[in-house]
């Protein structure tokens, strides 16, 4: 196994290691996020306080409802391709409102100057990823809710062949219904197959 080099630097990191000759012992301190820091929360980690600029809050409603509408669109659209059209309207309606409101909302901690800027803009470079979720769910749940519309619509046109495929007892009855079908694209999807 090769030597590990330990470094030569005399501010090694060792946060048990005995101070420099000729400094003082100082009070135990939290260490910073980054590399060097020097413990007082301004180390490169660090921006006046705060963590990375892109990190999620989750106590943030804007935050939060952006990552919601991603989810129950996401849903919403599965749902919709599934086959459980109820189900997928819901997920999308709820993403529609949780997207828009992320992207109209005010952040928490908003200061109410007339100037400022409100919404995903008021988050600052935070705003991009929360943005695109907020975006990616408005799109999944346009999608789930003409999915489930779509499935409604085919639904109430056709009611006649659901009804009487619904009731057929036999299975050539079942092919009778068959007839109620238009002569088209959709007619040969929903046909009853032998």
């Given at each position: 196994?090769?030597?590990?080099?330990?470094?030569?630097?005399?501010?090694?990191?060792?946060?048990?290691?005995?101070?420099?000759?000729?400094?003082?012992?100082?009070p135990?301190?939290?260490?910073?996020?980054?590399?060097?820091?020097?413990?007082?929360?301004?180390?490169?980690?660090?921006?006046?306080g705060?963590?990375?600029?892109?990190?999620?809050?989750?106590?943030?409603?804007?935050?939060r409802?952006?990552?919601?509408?991603?989810?129950?669109?996401?849903?919403?659209?599965?749902?919709?391709?599934?086959?459980?059209?109820?189900?997928?309207?819901?997920?999308?309606?709820?993403?529609?409102?949780?997207?828009?409101?992320?992207?109209?909302?005010?952040?928490?901690?908003?200061?109410?100057e007339?100037?400022?800027?409100?919404?995903?803009?008021?988050?600052?470079?935070?705003?991009?990823?929360?943005?695109?979720?907020?975006?990616?769910?408005?799109v999944?749940?346009?999608?789930?809710?003409?999915?489930?519309?779509?499935?409604?619509?085919?639904?109430?046109?056709?009611?006649?062949?659901?009804?009487?495929?619904?009731?057929?007892?036999?299975?050539?009855?079942?092919?009778?219904?068959?007839?109620?079908?238009?002569?088209?694209?959709v007619?040969?999807?929903?046909?009853?197959?032998?």
């Amino acid at each position: 196994m090769p030597d590990r080099r330990q470094p030569d630097s005399p501010t090694d990191d060792n946060p048990f290691a005995a101070p420099p000759e000729g400094r003082p012992d100082q009070p135990w301190q939290p260490r910073s996020g980054g590399d060097g820091g020097n413990g007082d929360g301004n180390g490169p980690g660090d921006s006046g306080g705060q963590r990375g600029p892109a990190r999620w809050d989750p106590t943030d409603p804007i935050q939060r409802r952006a990552r919601y509408a991603l989810l129950a669109g996401m849903w919403g659209f599965f749902f919709g391709i599934f086959g459980i059209p109820s189900v997928g309207l819901l997920l999308g309606a709820l993403a529609l409102y949780w997207g828009i409101s992320a992207l109209r909302g005010k952040p928490a901690a908003a200061t109410g100057e007339p100037g400022a800027p409100t919404g995903l803009d008021a988050l600052g470079p935070a705003a991009r990823p929360q943005r695109t979720a907020a975006v990616s769910g408005l799109v999944t749940a346009s999608l789930a809710i003409l999915l489930a519309m779509s499935s409604y619509a085919l639904q109430l046109a056709y009611k006649d062949f659901y009804v009487c495929r619904d009731d057929a007892l036999t299975k050539s009855a079942e092919l009778q219904c068959n007839t109620l079908l238009p002569n088209n694209f959709v007619g040969e999807v929903l046909k009853v197959r032998q």
